[in-house]
T-cell receptor, first 114, second 112 residues
Framework: ETGVTQTPRHLVMGMTNKKSLKCEQHLGHNAMYWYKQSAKKPLELMFVYNFKEQTENNSVPSRFSPECPNSSHLFLHLHTLQPEDSALYLC?????????????FGEGSRLTVL | DQQVKQNSPSLSVQEGRISILNCDYTNSMFDYFLWYKKYPAEGPTFLISISSIKDKNEDGRFTVFLNKSAKHLSLHIVPSQPGDSAVYFCAAWVFGNEKLTFGTGTRLTIIP
């Protein structure tokens, strides 16, 4: 089993659809993250959860709704997205307090909004 | 305002030669700097890091140098191998803040 698993790997949706991205980590970490990677832009932090509590919402539009039911699972619920939301969405986990801030990433979910 | 900058979007290096990837930052409060490597269709993987109190960290073929006065760090790969072809992200971290700040990445191509 890989450390951080994301499903689906690819998703195509219309602007009126509702879909969800799922992330699961098997590393025993207590912090989980959603990042967005768009072409020619830095990785953008979207949400941070520490011990299932959301500690950061980086000015993300409400059409993105995260959910963290436990420290191993993280969801990103998508609703009425825009074409500019098409990007690679990366989930990551880390052990809070560990020096160096090392993140372990999943393989990403490539989202295309039509 | 982009706090971590990678000004070279791409770099091509002959196999066996040295690859040097550069990163500049503006926030003097950063405590750690990290390099991540990303292959197509995969998530980034951690490569090497350096604490702000050091100026060099080495791990096999990979060495990271930090010049705090210039707010500059670089990743040296020697010798370069075809499997090193990937996108390399520089990232920085402030202790106590769980947020990593990433650069835009540099695509490294190793020419056989």
């Amino acid at each position: 089993e890989t450390g951080v698993t994301q499903t689906p790997r690819h998703l195509v949706m219309g602007m009126t659809n509702k879909k969800s991205l799922k992330c699961e980590q098997h590393l025993g970490h207590n912090a989980m993250y959603w990042y967005k990677q768009s072409a020619k832009k830095p990785l953008e932090l979207m949400f941070v959860y520490n011990f299932k509590e959301q500690t950061e919402n980086n000015s993300v539009p409400s059409r993105f709704s995260p959910e963290c039911p436990n420290s191993s699972h993280l969801f990103l619920h998508l609703h009425t997205l825009q074409p500019e939301d098409s990007a690679l969405y990366l989930c990551a986990s880390s052990q809070e307090g560990r020096a160096g801030g090392e993140l372990f990433f999943g393989e990403g979910s490539r989202l295309t909004v039509l | 305002d982009q706090q971590v900058k990678q000004n070279s979007p791409s770099l091509s290096v002959q196999e066996g030669r040295i690859s040097i990837l550069n990163c500049d930052y503006t926030n003097s409060m950063f405590d750690y700097f990290l390099w991540y490597k990303k292959y197509p269709a995969e998530g980034p993987t951690f490569l090497i890091s350096i604490s702000s109190i050091k100026d060099k960290n080495e791990d096999g073929r990979f060495t990271v140098f930090l010049n705090k006065s210039a707010k500059h760090l670089s990743l040296h790969i020697v010798p370069s191998q075809p499997g090193d072809s990937a996108v390399y992200f520089c990232a920085a971290w402030v202790f106590g803040n769980e947020k990593l700040t990433f650069g835009t990445g540099t695509r490294l191509t190793i020419i056989p």
